[in-house]
């Protein structure tokens, strides 16, 4: 049903979706332990080792299964445990712990782009007269660095259990902040709806599209900013 090269490449975007989300969840993991709440150090999850991160089915399989189809991949990883009374500040520091797994894929896609301009300037890595290099950078180097902005930016949806909740709840005034935390139960109903819906009934706006122009818009300034644009 699939061909070798269909099966290779998808795998090669289940690693990069691991690697990514690795680095998300250490960022919650250690902004919280700098926060003062050691849960995620104690259980091991303060840690770049994916194993400890990796959820079978939202981390590998069904985002394998998505890249085997082609089609745009949704997953996710353990969620890191955080003890609120651990915190001098709860509010504002379940806000930057939120915050800090988006961060640090921004980060990783201005790291990403640095070394892909000094692997251009300063080495033989040359796309346009090697199609090893040219595998290397449309399979791996350039989308990993859109996926790192497509996983930043797709969090930060306020709706409950992406961090973006968290970050608004924090935000907002703290009776403002008690009636947004109302709409918990309905976050995952309106999620699914958000990405499955457009497909089912066409007259429902596709957010999905407009968040694409939104990560395509913020990887073109990071790209900007150091110097391959």
Known sequence: ?????????????????????????????????????????????????PGVHIDLWGTVLIPLSMALFSVPGIGWAK????????????????????????????????LILVLLRIA????????????????????????MAFYSVALAVFNMLPLFPLDGFSVVRGLLPESAARQFEKSMPYGMPILMCLIFLPHFLPLVPNVFGYLFHVIYAIHDLIAQIVGLR
């Open 120 to 143: 251009l300037e300063f080495t033989p890595f040359n796309p346009s007269k090697s199609s090893l290099h040219a595998v290397i950078y449309l399979r791996v180097v350039k989308p």
């Open 1 to 49: 049903m699939f061909s070798p090269e269909q099966i290779y490449f998808a795998i090669l975007v289940v690693v990069q979706f691991i690697i990514l989300l690795t680095f998300h969840e250490w960022g919650h993991a250690k902004s919280a332990d700098m926060l003062g709440d050691p849960t995620a150090r104690d259980l091991g999850r303060s840690s770049l080792n």
């Open 79 to 110: 969620p890191v445990p955080v003890n609120p009374y651990n915190l001098k500040n709860p509010r504002r520091d379940l806000m930057l712990i939120a915050a800090a797994g988006p961060a640090m894929n921004i980060f990783l896609t201005f």
